[in-house]
């Protein structure tokens, strides 16, 4: 019980903190009524949909191959292991010697050996046969020397290789089919006086290795296999701790198999080992323990995927897998992920969890299980809490019916795997015909959550528990590097959000989630960086100073959708450029293609807006009268551009947006996620001024080529455009302002190029007006003289406010 209290305790810290963090960061969710698997309502569907798995005939108890764990001495699924790429196995060629050969009576009275290669010879011991293919082609080879006399069989299309690995250019004698070793018999590699058989087997390749396999069906799944079709007794000498056991005999027991055990059987071939080396390779490991596992037998629980997994992958082709881009990859992956596992341990050997509702006649072993005995431990699971397995007698535990019996029986120890638990959550969730809309997790989850679900679904209903599937990535450092604490590397979210050690900035809530949406989407391995932190910050402030411009022009503003009539050439083309952006972002975050956002946002930013729009308007903005025509659409176009922005980023940036809303004169006495607010309309459409835009920004771009170090204000412009060019532009010779502030010039004059194919020619003078001392513009007719538009505007302002133009 201490172990359960302690791991509850570690539970609900864990729980209070997430939940804590993920409120902070602006994650949505029923905070106040979420499940735990450790809940009692949660625990008691849990056993109700064992039993039916277990009525229905997909839930059984049997010996098998399975990933055990010394280091935590349990059985561990595929979704439990991290693999070492750095691992170090011995890589050994030894040699079993033949004692009969029917096929080719030839080579009776002869020393004949079979050679095998293996990474694992802690197995030897557990060894019970020796497997060829006859499909395969097979040598009899002898070493070089004259006196040598005796004979070796290897796979002929191995030969090569095997040479070149032991260094040693064999003599080929002969070549075989694969059906010579038929009925042959070979004394045991450990226990010599044992005579075990060659077995035929598709295992048995020549991709590598020698195209002779050493079986140990308590350590292979192929091995076991074979094992199970030849109906062997399983040998296992190896212990729950991974030590060798008595049985093993001397000198091996009590010896740890992966170190010492793999030792001690090298050096008890002796002669019979023809190389020795070292293998770095990807090999398992107990994802808690970070220690490796090996393949041993046991009797565990499992379902029966192998006939739940053709069904499995017929619903898995109509879910939607995102990203978009990895989509058909990962259903690959998970298909063929189903297609090779014939079957799912689902009993662990521990303390903490969901235990499985069993109970074992002494003598025979059979387990008990039925619907009584499940609704009397949901009944005292209710009374008694989580604990009541630990905590009750086992004669309480057993329905009435079963109480003169109960001295026959012994309950189960083992728990039920955590991702049974995680994987049956649909059916607590939801009733038989509903589906999520969503399951998000990590791309490591094609071998657990989401391929747990799938099965316990298709199993008990016949239907897939997911519509669609999202895959996020692993962060990794600068380098590319999986973080871990070890190596130093590890950047922890909350020290993104508030700092963390001397010196680290604090980049806030909003960068963060930028950072997550907008750079680690797409990516299954997301880079977390000083660099890309920073970048991230730096695309937030320009959104940032976006919202800030914008509300700060509309102190004064009142929203009339009749301004949209009057909007001037420049302003058409934003709100054409918001609808259509507006548009593509929405259908990237229906996709969840966040990434593009950044994409297609923060250039439209930086270039159409701020250096082109903003600059093109500050005119209007300050310097025309407030109620003036050119000032409102300008205004309009912000007001319009303030909330289209908001709506495009607020998903992402709510903390922005809603602090920004605050600061809009516009604003409702509700926040800005719940109040009303104007959309992108389709009226704002126009391909056409997008042409005309083209033509402007082409003029633009050939008068800064053009102006040397002078500033285009200064500047009087003419330009000749060839033939298309000027007709597109023709219709909007009316908007010469717009054009001018556009370009930023002091005048312009167009006309249609005659006398060359240049598409376009640009002639530049120095203007002869002046700088207007209040416009800036060079539109004065003398030196500290107000320019004729904003002499009106102040001589208008003098007389209606009384107050003195120089002070204006």
């Not at 009993?347 to 109970?359: A, D, E, L, M, N």
Request: net charge neutral; charged share 25%.
């Amino acid at each position: 019980m201490a172990y359960r209290i302690k791991a509850r305790t570690f539970a609900d810290k864990t729980i209070a903190q997430q939940k804590d963090t993920f409120r902070s960061w602006g994650v949505i969710g029923d905070w106040d009524h979420h499940y735990e698997t450790k809940h009692v309502s949660y625990i008691e569907n849990q056993l109700k949909q064992f039993l039916k798995l277990y009525e229905n005939g997909y839930i059984f108890r049997d010996v098998k191959p399975i990933y055990w764990s010394p280091s935590s001495r349990t059985a561990l699924a595929e979704a439990e292991l991290e693999y070492n790429e750095k691992h170090k196995s011995p890589s050994v060629y030894a040699r079993v010697l033949i004692k009969d050969i029917p096929q080719v009576p030839q080579f009776n009275g002869k020393k004949i050996y079979g050679i095998f290669w293996t990474t694992t010879p802690w197995t030897l011991p557990s060894n019970q046969a020796v497997c060829y293919n006859n499909s395969l082609s097979y040598c009899i080879i002898k070493k070089p020397e004259e006196e040598e006399k005796d004979l070796y069989i290897i796979a002929a299309d191995l030969l090569e290789a095997f040479c070149s690995t032991v260094n040693c250019n064999y003599q080929l004698l002969g070549v075989h089919s694969g059906d010579m070793l038929k009925d042959a018999t070979y004394f045991h590699p450990i226990y010599k006086e044992q005579v075990c058989k060659f077995l035929h087997s598709s295992h048995a390749t020549n991709a590598k290795g020698t195209g002779l396999v050493h079986a140990a069906p308590a350590h292979g799944p192929d091995d076991f296999l074979v094992g199970m079709l030849h109906k062997m007794k399983i040998v296992d000498v190896v212990s729950d701790e991974g030590l060798y056991k008595s049985e093993a005999g001397e000198p091996f027991a009590g010896k740890y198999v992966l170190t010492e055990g793999n030792e001690t059987v090298i050096e008890y071939l002796r002669d019979d080992l023809i190389h020795k080396s070292d293998l770095t390779h990807s090999y398992p490991y107990d994802w808690r323990t970070k220690k490796p596992v090996i393949i041993k037998a046991s009797k565990q629980w499992f379902i029966d995927t192998d006939r739940i997994k053709d069904r499995a992958a017929q619903l898995l082709d109509t879910v939607k897998i995102q990203p978009q881009i990895r989509s058909e990859m990962y259903r690959k992956v998970m298909i063929n992920q189903l297609q090779k596992r014939p079957y799912w341990c689902i009993s662990r050997q521990r303390k903490w969890g969901v235990p499985i509702p069993v109970f074992y006649h002494h003598q025979t072993k059979e387990p008990l299980i039925n619907q009584n005995i499940i609704d009397h431990l949901c009944a005292k699971l209710q009374e008694n809490g989580s604990d009541f397995w630990w905590q009750l007698p086992q004669n309480q535990l057993l329905p009435p019916e079963y109480s003169d019996k109960a001295k026959d029986y012994i309950k189960g120890e083992d728990i039920l795997d955590i991702w049974f638990d995680s994987g049956i959550s649909w059916s607590y969730l939801f009733n038989d015909s509903q589906v999520a809309d969503l399951y998000l997790e990590g791309v490591d989850q094609f071998t657990g959550w989401f391929q747990s679900s799938l099965i316990t679904s298709t199993a008990l209903r016949d239907r897939c528990p997911f519509k669609e599937i999202l895959v996020h990535g692993f962060a990794v450092d600068e380098k590319g590097e999986k973080m871990s604490k070890s190596l130093g590397n590890v950047v922890d979210p909350v020290d993104v959000v508030l700092g963390g050690k001397a010196g680290q900035n604090a980049y806030g809530v909003d960068v963060l989630r930028w950072w997550v949406a907008c750079h680690a989407n797409q990516t299954t391995m997301a880079s977390v960086s000083t660099n890309i932190l920073n970048q991230s910050k730096d695309e937030v402030q320009k959104i940032r100073s976006i919202l800030r411009f914008a509300i700060s022009a509309l102190s004064d503003y009142q929203y009339d959708e009749e301004d949209f009539q009057h909007t001037r050439l420049v302003d058409r083309y934003i709100l054409h450029l918001l609808y259509q952006i507006h548009g593509k972002i929405k259908s990237h975050i229906e996709s969840h293609n966040f990434h593009q956002i950044n994409f297609l946002l923060i250039p439209l930013l930086v270039n159409q807006i701020s250096a082109l729009y903003f600059t093109s308007i500050k005119d209007r903005l300050y310097c025309e009268p407030a109620s003036s025509v050119s000032r409102r659409s300008a205004q309009y176009t912000l007001f319009q551009l303030y909330f289209a922005l908001s709506e495009m980023v607020g998903g992402i940036l709510p903390h922005l947006v809603e602090e920004s809303y605050s600061y809009l004169p516009q604003k409702s006495d509700r926040t800005f996620f719940t109040s009303p607010r104007p959309l992108p309309r389709k009226l704002w459409t126009n391909t056409e001024i997008e042409k005309v835009m083209e033509v402007i920004l082409n003029i633009r771009n050939a008068i800064n080529q053009n102006s040397g170090e002078e500033s285009a204000l200064k500047l009087d412009i003419k330009v000749e455009l060839a033939a298309p060019e000027y007709h597109t532009l023709q219709p909007y010779f009316a908007f010469n302002q717009d054009i001018m502030d556009i370009l930023q010039v002091a005048s312009i004059g167009i006309c249609q190029n005659t006398s060359s194919d240049e598409t376009i020619k640009v002639s530049a003078s120095k203007s002869h007006k002046l700088n207007c001392p209040r416009c800036r513009l060079c539109r004065s007719n003398a030196e500290n003289q107000l320019c004729p538009r904003c002499q009106i505007i102040v001589e208008d302002f003098d007389v209606n406010k009384n107050i003195n133009i120089k002070n204006v």
